[in-house]
């Protein structure tokens, strides 16, 4: 396609075509010739924004662009109300693939009735894959906002699903064929699906009631969600490993990449300190979603990993664990 924004016509039909959901919060929604959204919200409730880019999918570029924006503001609390979706395109783009991005998007906002409400969209070489950038808006009541520093000493670190799930996912459908030297077709299958799934705010939803603190697990993994909600509360905090839950397809995946999995990203999992971890526990596996207890948070600043009883610092982020596939010298 030309270089520079989409047409009329080609904006038309396969980005705005393909959206559908409405919502009553939103004043000015989006629109040919319409650069700006507007929004109302009801007395006592706040605005909570949050921004994140897809850089390292292309399959599903569409459903992780609003999966991994809305798990930030259900950690917040907050409900999504809407998203402004940025498209940076390459030059060898074809319209259905463009069709199929949104229809992507679609599909995803229906289920957790969030409407997009403008962005942009733009052919550039300054991109050989799409790179999706999308600031997800949310509301809450500002008494019931949850920040990522509220962890106090001694309460539970719980976390919910499988760890590594997105990035798993992402493996599967971007080195499919690669994975097929060593794994069955049933097997990558199985792992493609982990990106159903990905949603927290069905637990968010839940844990809301009990938590000081929710944090969608992204990149970094586990150890990097660790690290910021102990720098953003101050508090330290000690797990076990062995209690960190993965999936065998991650384990495979991992050892096969030679990458660690608990520096895996992971939207998906949702890690939250409570002092009610039980029961929290109790509740989420009672509505289907897997909980577990994997630590407590401390009156330290102290960052410790247990395996088989021996105690290790946990180090800093580094980079996420996802882009060494892309290295061409990584290869088993």
């Given at each position: 396609m030309k270089i520079g924004k989409l047409s009329e016509s080609a904006l038309q039909k396969v980005v705005f075509e393909q959206l559908h959901t409405r919502r009553e919060e939103v004043l000015v929604g989006p629109g040919i010739g319409e650069d700006c959204a507007a929004l109302k919200l009801q007395e006592g409730e706040v605005f909570v924004t949050s921004t994140d880019p897809i850089t390292g999918a292309v399959k599903e570029i569409g459903n992780l662009a609003v999966h991994v924006t809305a798990n930030d503001l259900v950690s917040a609390g907050a409900e999504t109300i809407g998203l402004m979706v940025t498209a940076l395109l390459p030059p060898m783009i074809k319209e259905v693939q463009i069709k199929k991005m949104m229809q992507q998007i679609n599909t995803e906002c229906e289920k957790l009735n969030i409407m997009v409400l403008g962005g942009h969209t733009e052919i550039t070489a300054a991109v050989t894959q799409p790179v999706l950038s999308v600031t997800g808006i949310g509301k809450v009541r500002e008494d019931e906002l949850i920040l990522s520093g509220g962890a106090k000493p001694g309460q539970d670190i719980v976390v919910t699903k499988y760890l590594g799930m997105e990035g798993t996912g992402i493996i599967a459908n971007e080195k499919e064929d690669e994975l097929k030297e060593w794994f069955s077709d049933t097997f990558i299958e199985d792992a493609k699906a982990f990106l159903n799934d990905i949603s927290v705010v069905p637990e968010g939803l839940i844990a809301r009631k009990y938590a000081s603190c929710m944090h969608d697990i992204t990149e970094g993994g586990i150890y990097g969600a660790l690290w910021e909600i102990s720098k953003?509360?101050?508090?330290?905090?000690?797990?076990?490993?062995?209690?960190?839950?993965?999936?065998?397809?991650?384990?495979?995946?991992?050892?096969?990449?030679?990458?660690?999995?608990?520096?895996?990203?992971?939207?998906?999992?949702?890690?939250?300190?409570?002092?009610?971890?039980?029961?929290?526990?109790?509740?989420?596996?009672?509505?289907?979603?897997?909980?577990?207890?994997?630590?407590?948070?401390?009156?330290?600043?102290?960052?410790?990993?247990?395996?088989?009883?021996?105690?290790?610092?946990?180090?800093?982020?580094?980079?996420?664990?996802?882009?060494?596939?892309?290295?061409?010298?990584?290869?088993?």
């Amino acid at each position: 396609m030309k270089i520079g924004k989409l047409s009329e016509s080609a904006l038309q039909k396969v980005v705005f075509e393909q959206l559908h959901t409405r919502r009553e919060e939103v004043l000015v929604g989006p629109g040919i010739g319409e650069d700006c959204a507007a929004l109302k919200l009801q007395e006592g409730e706040v605005f909570v924004t949050s921004t994140d880019p897809i850089t390292g999918a292309v399959k599903e570029i569409g459903n992780l662009a609003v999966h991994v924006t809305a798990n930030d503001l259900v950690s917040a609390g907050a409900e999504t109300i809407g998203l402004m979706v940025t498209a940076l395109l390459p030059p060898m783009i074809k319209e259905v693939q463009i069709k199929k991005m949104m229809q992507q998007i679609n599909t995803e906002c229906e289920k957790l009735n969030i409407m997009v409400l403008g962005g942009h969209t733009e052919i550039t070489a300054a991109v050989t894959q799409p790179v999706l950038s999308v600031t997800g808006i949310g509301k809450v009541r500002e008494d019931e906002l949850i920040l990522s520093g509220g962890a106090k000493p001694g309460q539970d670190i719980v976390v919910t699903k499988y760890l590594g799930m997105e990035g798993t996912g992402i493996i599967a459908n971007e080195k499919e064929d690669e994975l097929k030297e060593w794994f069955s077709d049933t097997f990558i299958e199985d792992a493609k699906a982990f990106l159903n799934d990905i949603s927290v705010v069905p637990e968010g939803l839940i844990a809301r009631k009990y938590a000081s603190c929710m944090h969608d697990i992204t990149e970094g993994g586990i150890y990097g969600a660790l690290w910021e909600i102990s720098k953003a509360s101050g508090v330290g905090v000690e797990v076990c490993i062995e209690d960190i839950p993965l999936r065998q397809h991650t384990i495979e995946f991992c050892e096969r990449y030679d990458l660690n999995p608990y520096q895996l990203i992971s939207s998906g999992s949702m890690l939250i300190t409570t002092d009610h971890g039980r029961t929290l526990v109790n509740d989420l596996e009672q509505a289907g979603i897997k909980a577990t207890i994997i630590g407590h948070t401390t009156d330290s600043r102290d960052k410790v990993i247990y395996r088989q009883g021996k105690a290790a610092n946990l180090e800093a982020p580094r980079q996420d664990e996802l882009y060494k596939i892309y290295s061409e010298n990584n290869r088993n």
